[in-house]
Antibody
Framework: EVHLVEIGGGLIQPGGSLRLSCAGS????????MSWVRQAPGKGLEWVSV???????LYADSVKGRFTISRDTSKNTIYLQMNSLRAEDTAVYYC??????????????WGQGTLVTVSS | QSVLTQPPSVSAALGQKVTISCSGS????????VSWYQHLPGTAPKLLIY???KRPSGIPDRFSGSKSGTSATLGITRLQTGDEADYYC????????????FGGGTKLTVL
């Protein structure tokens, strides 16, 4: 059974940094695409970043240059390094496993999320 | 503001049927597969429909998906109180440098 667990959220001041982790089990993160998706308070789901199976990343324009996605295949874990945090980054952050074909991906398994609050 | 448009809310009576629409364009829904997610506050989102109309293992056949042109629809029959949740459509948009785009979400209320 696929299982994803995120940790690392918390309260951080604007301009600060935080690293989120997402540990996977029941599959290998090296063989699949993995995404981070967030939900700000009162808002909908927003895709943040993906790491492809070859290790290359892609970012939403809203986080490009500030966030970095990476993985450690030995720990079967992906990370989201978040720098220069802003109030608008406040959200629950979910990691998800992607299944893709014919140019379209869907997220077939999700973690329970971790809350990031950016506030002074 | 998402490129995929969903109604903010829908409602229907217990045991009845409801549909949720997702409107897009040729660069997204028109040329790509659509997926649907159920999200209850405080929990992990759940994949309900993928590839327009396929259900993952464990999703009851009360949930169905369809696509026509640049719009997609999620149908839920025999509504239960446990179906009260937010529902999101999603797909890829070839005009954006985004891996996936989500609709704005629809809050379902079961009366």
């Amino acid at each position: 059974e696929v299982h994803l667990v995120e940790i690392g959220g918390g309260l951080i001041q604007p301009g600060g940094s935080l690293r989120l982790s997402c540990a996977g089990s029941g599959f290998s993160v090296s063989n699949t695409y993995m995404s981070w998706v967030r939900q700000a308070p009162g808002k909908g789901l927003e895709w943040v970043s993906v790491i492809y199976s070859d290790g290359s990343p892609l970012y939403a324009d809203s986080v490009k240059g500030r966030f970095t996605i990476s993985r450690d295949t030995s720990k079967n874990t992906i990370y989201l390094q978040m720098n220069s945090l802003r109030a608008e980054d406040t959200a629950v952050y979910y990691c998800a496993r992607d299944t893709c074909h014919d140019g379209t991906c869907y997220q077939d398994s999700w973690g329970q999320g971790t809350l990031v609050t950016v506030s002074s | 503001q998402s490129v995929l448009t969903q109604p903010p809310s829908v409602s229907a009576a217990l045991g009845q049927k409801v549909t949720i629409s997702c409107s897009g364009s040729r660069s997204n829904i028109g040329n790509n597969f659509v997926s649907w997610y159920q999200h209850l506050p405080g929990t992990a989102p759940k994949l309900l429909i993928y590839d327009n109309n396929k259900r993952p293992s464990g999703i009851p056949d009360r949930f169905s998906g369809s696509k026509s042109g640049t719009s997609a629809t999620l149908g839920i029959t025999r509504l239960q109180t446990g179906d009260e949740a937010d529902y999101y459509c999603a797909t890829w948009d070839s005009s954006l440098s985004a891996h996936v785009v989500f609709g704005g979400g629809t809050k379902l209320t079961v009366l």
